[in-house]
């Protein structure tokens, strides 16, 4: 298989596919394709179908298998980027939920919980993640802009929780308390931080999702108005 990432703020992956070459997606993100690649629905079974609802994916994935040379795009559905990761055994990755977007059919999709109590009580978006295992290519999509940083060991970074986008298995997380009374009342960042420890790579992104809306609510016109 080979891709190339296309657009702007709104980008695709076109996915360039042998014969029998397939791609594994979840529902809705496929925006075009050549007539002679074909579409298939499946659960996976009922203990991948509990997974992605956790993980907050769809209950089904679309499988497209190429029946000779074949092309097919996924776009993402946030403006944002796309993030190619080259998946094999001993380079795992844990990616932010819903992230998904698509990858070749070696590519394996669960659930990751983070194991420290504090980031299962007031973690939030980082208490569920995804792991990507296997082998084979996989796009996940990035809210905004990516920013990305090699951790030592031992080396650590303050991260707004929704701002985490994904990282290495090596690089451990955890859930701090916002220091001081005051700052947690008034400083408006919220009560908890996210600290992620080297080493290993991890990837942050400039625009959550939650953050754009959280903005754009007080102008949404509502029944009393």
Known sequence: M???????????VVCHLSDRETMITESGSMVWMSPNIEMSTTGGGVGKMFSRMFSGENLFQNTYTAHGTGMIAFGSSFPGKILPLDIYPGREMIVQKRSFLASEAGVQLSIHFNQRLGTGLFGGEGFIMQRL????MAFVEIDGELVEYHLSPGQQIVVDTGNVAGFEPTVSMEI??????????????????????????????????????????PYIPTGND
Do not use: C, D, H
């Open 176 to 217: 701090r308390q916002v220091p001081g009374l005051k700052n947690k009342i008034f400083g408006g960042e919220g009560l908890f931080n996210t600290l992620l420890t080297g080493p290993g790579r991890i990837w942050l992104q400039t625009m959550p999702i939650y953050s754009v809306a959280n903005a754009i609510r």
């Open 133 to 136: 295992s296997g082998r084979g």
């Open 2 to 12: 080979q891709y190339e990432i296309q657009g702007g703020s709104f980008p695709v």
